[in-house]
């Protein structure tokens, strides 16, 4: 139920930040999603440090799998990782395979629609 009512807020959330953006901002609709999905994605990435999104995450479960949010939570929180290490070999490691995997995901669903 936790994760039915987080994800629902979530999606609640991005189509209020879609329809500002295109109401306040007079964007189109594919920019509009684009400004969305960026917004959303800068949320997690500063709710990462702050350990908002692991509590976030513990409470809600599967709720919080969204995919730009969870890309954006595994790029800053590798970052933190190994920040003194070297930021950028760790990220794309990490989120390196996720990307991959989206787009032979997207190629093969391109294929049959």
Request: hydrophobic share 60%; aromatic share 12%.
């Amino acid at each position: 139920m936790k994760a039915f009512l987080v994800g629902g807020f979530i999606a609640v959330v991005a189509q209020a930040l879609r329809d500002m953006y295109i109401i306040l901002f007079h964007m189109g609709e594919a920019e509009a999603v684009r400004w969305m999905n960026g917004t959303l994605m800068v949320c997690a990435a500063i709710f990462t440090p702050i350990r908002f999104y692991r509590r976030l995450t513990q409470f809600a479960g599967a709720g919080m799998i969204v995919p730009m949010m969870s890309l954006a939570n595994i790029w800053s929180a590798s970052a933190l990782e190994y920040r003194n290490e070297g930021i950028a070999e760790h990220m794309l490691s990490v989120g390196g395979s996720i990307i991959v995997t989206l787009v032979v995901a997207s190629y093969v669903a391109a294929l049959f629609l």
